[in-house]
């Protein structure tokens, strides 16, 4: 690798991308920099991976400069006097080259490409007592298909507030599924899982990971009693499986405040609370974004 810290110093994104050229991967000399001393927050770990995340440090950022990953507008975040692009990598993507382009103000334009890389995620067996819940009838399947919509619309939700992204545990418990595996439910495949399932107590209080405003909350079928809250930039979280809800669309709300309660309901196989990130219109695997160790348990 023949970039250094030197690289990341330069005062405008011009002189970023030309010193680049001279490293063997931009990423390389993005995550140099990310291991610096910050006097701010940690910064989300960066994974190259489907179902991971993509970090570009951009200098000289304007809110008119445009930046997209791979076609898709990316979330941009301040941490300390630094701006960052964050952007989702679907679990789908096939390993290959992905693109930032950035769009400066002037006319600009600017791309680097990076290298995601396959990972292999395991399979995971489930028996649903309710077997609606995997073969939905006609109707159930009109309910799914009307939810289907709502999902899609808070999926894609943008406001152009900035971000907090130093995200905290919405609640403490042992991690009963990770995010990605292969799910078969009566040995039958379906989506593969999109979330992290912590497990705790029917009735332990959520809350939310940063501060936010609730974009969405409702009964779904599979997903049961859901919030979906909005941190801006397209960076969204949700909450599945609640069995109380206390928002509605629209509530503001601060990092730690509870949003409800975990819960059993839609498709489960006991109490715990499914939590997803979605990063421009992307699942993502939220362990990226959380901090390594969870707090004591409080509930
Ligand atoms: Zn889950």
Wanted: hydrophobic content about 40%.
């Amino acid at each position: 690798m023949l970039c250094s810290l030197q690289v990341y110093i330069p005062v405008s994104l011009k002189l970023i991308m030309i010193k680049i050229n001279k490293c063997t991967s931009i990423f390389s000399c993005v995550v140099v920099s990310l291991l610096l001393p910050l006097n701010s927050f940690a910064l989300p770990q960066q994974a190259l991976v489907p179902g991971g995340i993509a970090i570009l440090g951009v200098s000289d950022y304007t809110p008119e400069t445009e930046i997209t990953f791979d076609g898709r507008k990316t979330t941009i975040f301040k941490n300390g006097d630094s701006w960052y692009a964050l952007a989702g990598i679907p679990l789908r993507a096939k390993p290959g080259k992905y693109e930032f382009k950035i769009r400066k103000e002037d006319g600009l334009t600017l791309q680097t490409s990076v290298n995601v890389v396959a990972k292999k995620y395991k399979e995971q067996h489930l028996t649903i007592k309710n077997k609606r819940k995997v073969n939905p009838n006609r109707q159930d399947m009109e309910r799914i298909n009307k939810e289907r919509t709502r999902k899609r619309a808070a999926k894609l939700h943008w406001s152009n507030t900035y971000p907090d992204i130093d995200f905290i545990w919405p609640v403490s418990g042992e991690i009963s599924s990770i995010f990605g595996l292969r799910r078969f439910f009566n040995e039958q495949e379906r989506n593969p899982h999109n979330g992290l399932d912590i497990a705790a107590p029917e009735g332990t209080d959520i809350k939310v990971t940063a501060d936010g405003t609730v974009i969405e909350t409702g009964d779904f079928f599979f997903s049961g009693n859901m919030v979906y809250v909005d941190h801006g930039q397209g960076l969204i979280s949700l909450y599945a499986h609640l069995s109380r809800i206390d928002v509605k669309p629209g509530d503001v709300l601060r990092s730690g405040d509870v949003l409800g309660a975990v819960g059993q309901t839609g498709r489960v196989t006991g109490a715990h609370l499914h939590f997803a990130v979605i990063a421009n219109g992307v699942l993502v695997d939220p362990v990226y974004l959380l901090p390594e160790n969870q707090p004591e348990q409080q509930n």
